[in-house]
């Protein structure tokens, strides 16, 4: 096979021993995903948007939707340093 050859079956063939065809479905899955991030959140700022606007503080949502990732033995856990840490402190 010549260079010409080569060059014309590049978009199919494996250059340089990487599937061409392949390495192009990933990174333009990946840039699909990317753009679906990006619109969601697009959407997820809108509701922290309407639940401000309704009077709820966005940053206590926030650290429920954090909290509510957390196993519950976790969460004892932190609430429990939290609080002897506070009393150590006077708070």
Known sequence: MNADNFEADDKSAAVGGI???R????IERVERLEEERK?????I????TEAKS???DVKV???????????PAEVEEQE????IYRRALGM
């Open 80 to 83: 429990t340093l939290l609080d």
């Open 45 to 48: 700022k809108d509701i922290f």
């Open 61 to 71: 949502i926030r650290q429920i939707i954090r909290l509510r990732k957390q196993e």
């Open 39 to 43: 619109a969601l959140a697009g959407d």
């Open 54 to 56: 309704a009077g709820f």
């Open 23 to 26: 390495l192009r479905s990933i």
């Open 19 to 21: 599937a061409a065809d």
